[in-house]
């Protein structure tokens, strides 16, 4: 048994994950990893009707791209029975009681409230009812939903993001537990799985606040104690606009088929909106090393996709050979000169798959770009001879530039456009090597357009 804290990311699989959903699973890991606990990801899927098993494996396969493994999977539609028994239990203390009203009659009695100047809170009704009322309604065909009866007190806790947090309990409805149908939301599976699992962290989002409320009053209820919450500010899209699962905005799913590094998402996800600088970052740990709960902003923060683009950039200039060596392989870039291949191009590359451009400029054919006929026939004359290295290129034009009298761009432009076929890219120092000297020269010498 560890004795770090143990964490849980417990996602609806009904649709993919979003950049949102990723973030709060993100904080856990990083929270856990930094500290030597466990990582639960449990699947809270007892809405059977939108749950679905290929969800539930898209949702591991995002994560696991994003780095996150597991240390315990669970499904709550396994579970069933501890849900059961625990319920008995809040029946026995007289805190889960019947409720008969349609959704009709409370949405009239919300509205009667509302139009009388009252708060919409639900009125406990149904503790007033008769044992022969009930019997009654039930005759009638009508069957119960169950309310989690709320003390009216002030619930109190030491927010690890917010600080020192309260919620009335007062100000609020008895929540509903379990529908007609004998099915539950999401309230009370999650605090008995959170007790029998040891959850001792609860990091999510800050529209579960009021959530947290009525869950530590369950957790009294149920376990004597609650864990510690820590509710981070929630992610937009660029446009200040809220994610969804069920439109598919900013998913994990596609910003890894976009090419899009996962230490760049990783990095972004969980340092805007925070104290912390968006950076590139070389791997989770120095991630986890970065990132502090409280240090994130109270507000929401906005998830640009131009600064991700960016940033993916940049996480792919200053990550070591060994990094990617295995994703090289699949482009076809391996063996001996693979390593200073990479050396040589990766800080000009947007996304890794832009390796394969590079690998065709140096070793495969390409239209030379002739700019200057008579020049490029004089830098041909001139190439050294014998092994070539990084200094070959500064030997080489320092030549040129005696003999020509040119410098700066008129000097090095014409060389690029012969020697690649393109007006940007890694320094021809690195590159020139790699190309050789018998496709230099055959560049160098290739015809006008």
Known sequence: MTSGPIVRFAPSPTGRIHIGNARTALLNWLYVRRRGGRFILRFDD????????????????DLAWLGVAPDLVRRQSERMAAYDAAAETLKAQGRLYPAYETAEELDRRRKRQQALGRPPVYDRAALRL???ERAALEASGRKPHWRFRLEPTTVRWDDMVRGESHVDSASLSDPVLR????????TLPSVVDDIEFGVTHVIRGEDHVTNTGVQIQMFEALAG????????????????????????????????ENGVEPLAVAALAVLVGSAEAVRPVASLDELAAIVDLSHLSHGAARFDEAELDAL????????????????????????????????AV?????????????????GGEIAPIVEDR???????????????????????????KALTGRKGRELFHPLRLALTGREAGPELAVLLPLIGRAKALARLSAPSA
């Open 179 to 186: 529908r007609e149908d004998g099915s539950y939301l999401y």
């Open 346 to 362: 990766r800080g000009n590359l947007a996304r890794l798959d832009d390796a394969s451009i590079w690998r065709q400029v140096i």
């Open 46 to 61: 007892t809405d059977l009707e939108r749950s679905k098993a290929e969800y539930a494996e898209a949702i591991e396969k």
């Open 225 to 256: 104690a609650a864990p510690r919450f820590g509710h981070h500010n929630l992610l937009t899209d660029a446009g200040g606009e809220g994610l969804s699962k069920r439109t598919g905005a900013l998913s994990v799913a596609a910003l890894r």
């Open 130 to 132: 008769s044992d022969a």
């Open 374 to 400: 008579e020049f490029l026939e004089l830098a041909a004359s001139r190439l050294p001879q014998g092994a070539w290295d990084q200094s070959t290129w500064a030997a080489w034009t320092k030549e040129l």
């Open 312 to 343: 993916s950039a940049r996480t792919l200039h200053h990550m070591p050979y060994e990094a990617v060596a295995g994703r090289l392989e699949a482009l076809g870039i391996a063996g001996s000169g693979a390593e200073a291949f990479w050396l």
